[in-house]
């Protein structure tokens, strides 16, 4: 288990590529988080289109450097369209990103289209402690999409799940456990006010997807995603007086991370 | 008639219990109005879903400790999905929330889906003036979703509509009145920079869902509701500029109200 | 070809028209662009619609004073509602704004459906130099929504597309280029912290409807549309840390042009 913060040069390197190669992501997700997403991704250096509409899927999914599918499209867009973008990234190679939000909360019917859209082979799965322990198969208990289990505890289950999938696996939380089922990288930092805020969640595995064109494996574009998070949103955290100044500081303090 | 402040404690400690419940809220509304409406959520200590898709309809609003309806959601979602949410609230006696807003504007196929709403009775209706004279049945005359008359203008028409419905009604304006047709509440205060930003009355009827779940009754939901807007529009109107750094003062204001 | 900025006493006039006349505008536009979009119209004095279910299209688009469609909306709605919108606005002399955004980048069908919208004769179509070009049919070659031409370079054909189409061609850059073919304004100023949120353009097309109905001509409406959006920027760019306090900031100052 290793520690990896913002303070590592690769990491720095790394984040440093995004604007310069400027992906192009494609996403699903709810309306809700659409919006902080996509200022996350510009602020970062990449560029998106958002949106379920069939010809859509086709067109922008198709032309995607990577696609991050976030399982909250399934309140606003109709289930075939998160299958029919996760079905074009494995077919053409894409890689993408799973965010199984609010899996294990009590829903079947959602959380049977999380554990299908698992088929299609992420590159990276993202959620917190609760949400993946539920998805691995043991006993989440996620309200909404608040975890109630800590990083620590869901890492085992993590491991197994990034070995059976062949995803990387990484655990939202106080310390971030991000694992390819072999490494393990621990990411210190980042503030509970991002948990306070609509759409922080999503935007981190928008962010994973961009970095996944730049980063030399899943495993280090998921680890220099969660590093840049928690050092902008401690940042951010020292300025802000509630969540909506949060949420400004934090995109603000993200656009100026490749600087220093 | 009996004026109503965040200064009553038991305004203060009905607040108090909303993070200590953490009520799921399921919403409908127009997507311009969710974000906004999730934050306001999550800053009162609620969780929320919002979206209108069938299948989630069915999973989200059975499974919701209260649900609010706001009528724009017809721009952007089928109306049926309206209809369906509302129907399960009825059968479920799950608590309900409509809000009306631009009912009387001159769309009469409009205007019709929120009077076939009002039959899936719902516990508390807001609006502002003209909104609910119009569904009350006289000439509102609203333009958009601005309102032209005062509330008390239209307190009489509330008072009719909520014995006919068995709705709290609740007006917003320069000083709220709300009404279970019998009392009624006067709430002073707030700002009219909340007329100058778009989902902050999407929010308040999101809200006034939420308190439902943690007040003895929907004329004191709504009428908490209406005084932590009030106490929260006023101190981010000392600390705003314009209508956006407002919005931002208004939820982190909202965010602490619950800490002093 | 004749500079105007804010300092024109003409443009004052025409912006401090809007919140007297508050036009009704209806827009179809990509979710991630339309609660700025609101914001944006809200501030300056305009109330809105945003939304493109079939029944809402026919109902806000009928009665709008002036409308805009983005084309991104083709990626959360279905191309017909685009249409439908666009007819009826040809069909009612309702005047419109298209905005070609990520015209040219790749995606065939999806430019198709902004080249048949173009055939409903638009008062105006705004846009960055690469989109236009791509419309009036050169190669663009837009990555996305970001431009990689200078709006000079794209001003020839701009004016023959103005020529051909009726509209007038307005191209958003350092120095905002705008046409209705014969004549030409140039608008300095702005910031490329524009570039760098999203929703920026799509709010400046919803801004651009909103002054047809105060404007004596489409160019005039263009114009004026765009050097408020100038000098706004100019006074947010002067306060902001990054995008996102740029964009508070911004709506902030576009909220108060009309009292200085």
């Given amino acids: 288990?290793?520690?990896?913060?913002?303070?590592?040069?690769?990491v720095r390197q790394t984040w440093q590529a995004l604007p310069v190669r400027k992906p192009f992501i494609y996403g699903q997700t709810n309306y809700i988080a659409a919006t902080l997403s996509a200022n996350v991704l510009l602020a970062a250096?990449?560029?998106?289109?958002?949106?379920a509409i069939p010809s859509a899927v086709e067109i922008f999914?198709?032309?995607?450097?990577?696609?991050?599918?976030?399982?909250?499209a399934q309140v606003t867009d109709p289930p075939e369209q998160l299958f029919a973008a996760a079905r074009i990234a494995r077919d053409k190679n894409i890689p993408w990103v799973l965010d199984p939000?609010?899996?294990?909360?009590?829903?079947?019917?959602?959380?049977?289209?999380?554990?299908?859209?698992?088929?299609?082979?992420?590159?990276?799965?993202?959620?917190?402690?609760?949400e993946l322990m539920a998805l691995a198969g043991g006993a989440g208990g996620t309200k909404g999409v608040e975890?109630?289990?800590?990083?620590?505890?869901?890492?085992?289950?993590?491991?197994?799940?990034?070995?059976?999938?062949?995803?990387?696996?990484?655990?939202?939380?106080?310390?971030?456990?991000?694992?390819?089922?072999?490494?393990?990288?621990?990411?210190?930092g980042g503030s509970p006010m991002l948990t306070r805020i609509t759409g922080a969640g999503c935007s981190l595995g928008a962010l994973v997807a961009a970095l996944l064109?730049?980063?030399?494996?899943?495993?280090e574009a998921a680890t220099v995603a969660h590093a840049a998070y928690a050092i902008a949103a401690e940042r951010a955290a020292e300025r802000a007086r509630g969540p909506?100044?949060?949420?400004?500081e934090f995109v603000d303090a993200l656009s100026c991370l490749a600087d220093n």
Same sequence: chains 1, 2, 3.
């Avoid at 999914?61 to 599918?69: E, L, R, T, V």
């Avoid at 991000?178 to 621990?186: A, K, M, P, Q």
């Avoid at 909506?244 to 400004?248: C, E, L, Q, V």
Wanted: charged share 15%; proline share 4%; with cysteine.
């Fill in 61 to 72: 999914a198709s032309n995607a450097d990577a696609i991050w599918i976030n399982a909250a």
């Fill in 101 to 130: 939000v609010a899996m294990g909360a009590g829903a079947e019917t959602y959380d049977n289209v999380i554990r299908q859209l698992l088929t299609y082979r992420p590159a990276v799965i993202r959620g917190n402690a609760s």
């Fill in 45 to 51: 250096g990449a560029v998106t289109a958002i949106g």
């Fill in 147 to 188: 975890a109630t289990l800590s990083p620590a505890a869901a890492l085992a289950a993590a491991r197994d799940l990034a070995c059976r999938s062949g995803a990387v696996v990484a655990i939202s939380g106080p310390v971030d456990h991000i694992t390819d089922g072999t490494s393990v990288r621990l990411v210190p």
């Fill in 213 to 219: 064109r730049v980063a030399a494996t899943p495993l």
């Fill in 1 to 10: 288990m290793k520690h990896v913060t913002w303070e590592h040069d690769n």
């Fill in 244 to 248: 909506a100044s949060f949420t400004m």
